[in-house]
């Protein structure tokens, strides 16, 4: 079979993508021209997937192109940002699968669909390996950005959903459920928007919960206490991990969770609270940020000392829960 040449490839990678709001000129000219909403500040966010490091042979093609969109949507959600544009770059090695590609395409088509985004633009180029590059640009009331430098000593520290699951969907023979979340996962975009006005502070969690919370203080100038017996886990989490040595490590460290990390006063928590519940999402109470430099990690009143904070992408190799795998 002849395979197809750079601008049979583009199209069909490019085939399932729509058109959306603001789009003047979109796939198809030399650039897009966008028109952003009036009186609404740009988030722009740029991440990378590349084979070997973030996806293994065992993700279908879908999942890859879900994951490669849905990681720098979870940047978005931290943000307060609603998604709005998206751009592609795509190395490909020349012998790759055109179908597989195709497919690839298809996956970020879905994850683009179910957040409500366009893909407007991007690029093809051969390379040694598979990766995406993928850009997204949304929107947010003007100055009304979450940051992670807003945290304040007494600020209580939440987070959505449960920790650790991405971590345990690395491993051979995972169960569906954390599988799932390492290679479909799910952006906390509603919940953003949602604590944009209540929360002092926000990060995605993404290299592993320790590394971000301290991104979160560093840029704050505050420290912080984390209460371990606290963190939200899953039941498959809770089964992978019993009778282990360190049952927390790949909640505190795992990374790809890319779950929500709040700073929140005690006196809007109810606030939040209710922003959850509209956008369906869970959250929990882990600790407090206070004056005292540093991240404390207690366990019934004792100190715990981790052998690990999370992931460094050029000096790491992922070691994760109850075992170990790269993603």
């Given at each position: 079979m002849?395979?197809?040449?750079?601008?049979?490839?583009?199209?069909?990678?490019?085939?399932?993508f729509?058109?959306?709001?603001?789009?003047?000129?979109?796939?198809?000219?030399?650039?897009?021209?966008?028109?952003?909403?009036?009186?609404?500040?740009?988030?722009?966010?740029?991440?990378?997937?590349?084979?070997?490091?973030?996806f293994?042979?065992?993700?279908?093609?879908?999942?890859?192109?879900w994951?490669?969109?849905?990681?720098?949507?979870?940047?978005?959600?931290?943000?307060?940002?609603r998604?709005?544009?998206?751009?592609?770059a795509?190395?490909?090695?020349?012998?790759?699968?055109?179908?597989?590609?195709?497919?690839?395409?298809?996956?970020?088509?879905?994850?683009a669909?179910?957040?409500?985004?366009?893909?407007?633009?991007?690029?093809?180029t051969?390379?040694?390996?598979?990766?995406?590059t993928?850009?997204?640009?949304?929107?947010?009331?003007?100055?009304?950005?979450?940051?992670?430098?807003?945290?304040?000593?007494?600020?209580?520290?939440?987070?959505?959903?449960?920790?650790g699951?991405?971590?345990?969907?690395?491993?051979?023979?995972a169960?569906?459920?954390?599988?799932?979340?390492?290679?479909?996962?799910?952006?906390?975009?509603?919940?953003?928007?949602?604590?944009?006005?209540?929360?002092?502070?926000?990060?995605?969690?993404?290299?592993?919960?320790?590394?971000?919370?301290?991104?979160?203080?560093?840029?704050?100038?505050?420290?912080?206490?984390?209460?371990?017996?606290?963190?939200?886990?899953?039941?498959?989490?809770?089964?992978a991990?019993?009778?282990?040595?360190?049952?927390?490590?790949?909640?505190?460290?795992?990374?790809e969770?890319?779950?929500?990390?709040?700073?929140?006063?005690?006196?809007?928590?109810?606030a939040?609270?209710?922003?959850?519940?509209?956008?369906?999402?869970?959250?929990?109470?882990?600790?407090?940020?206070?004056?005292?430099?540093?991240?404390?990690?207690?366990?019934?009143?004792?100190?715990?000392?981790?052998r690990?904070?999370?992931?460094d992408?050029?000096?790491?190799?992922?070691?994760?829960?109850?075992?170990?795998g790269?993603a």
């Open positions: 002849k395979r197809p040449g750079e601008f049979e490839l583009i199209e069909r990678f490019t085939r399932p729509g058109r959306g709001e603001g789009i003047r000129v979109g796939i198809g000219d030399d650039a897009a021209v966008l028109r952003p909403p009036p009186g609404q500040d740009l988030v722009a966010t740029v991440d990378a997937v590349v084979e070997g490091v973030h293994t042979p065992r993700f279908t093609p879908e999942e890859i192109g994951k490669a969109l849905a990681v720098n949507l979870s940047d978005l959600a931290a943000m307060g940002a998604p709005l544009w998206a751009l592609v795509l190395s490909t090695p020349p012998a790759a699968d055109p179908g597989r590609l195709a497919r690839i395409g298809r996956g970020i088509a879905a994850c669909r179910r957040h409500a985004l366009s893909v407007v633009g991007g690029n093809v051969a390379a040694r390996q598979l990766s995406l993928v850009t997204v640009l949304g929107a947010v009331g003007k100055g009304r950005a979450l940051l992670r430098s807003g945290g304040r000593p007494g600020d209580l520290l939440v987070v959505s959903g449960t920790l699951d991405a971590a345990l969907g690395l491993l051979p023979g169960a569906p459920g954390p599988r799932g979340r390492q290679r479909r996962p799910r952006p906390r975009l509603a919940l953003g928007r949602g604590v944009a006005g209540i929360a002092h502070a926000a990060i995605d969690i993404s290299d592993g919960f320790l590394q971000d919370l301290g991104h979160l203080c560093a840029a704050s100038g505050v420290g912080a206490r984390l209460e371990a017996d606290r963190l939200p886990l899953s039941p498959a989490y809770r089964a991990t019993r009778g282990s040595r360190d049952p927390f490590e790949g909640a505190l460290s795992g990374g969770d890319y779950e929500l990390l709040l700073a929140v006063p005690p006196s809007r928590l109810e939040l609270r209710g922003a959850a519940r509209r956008a369906s999402t869970r959250v929990t109470v882990v600790g407090a940020l206070e004056d005292r430099p540093g991240v404390r990690v207690v366990e019934g009143g004792r100190s715990l000392r981790p690990r904070e999370g992931h992408h050029l000096r790491s190799v992922r070691v994760l829960g109850p075992g170990s790269r």
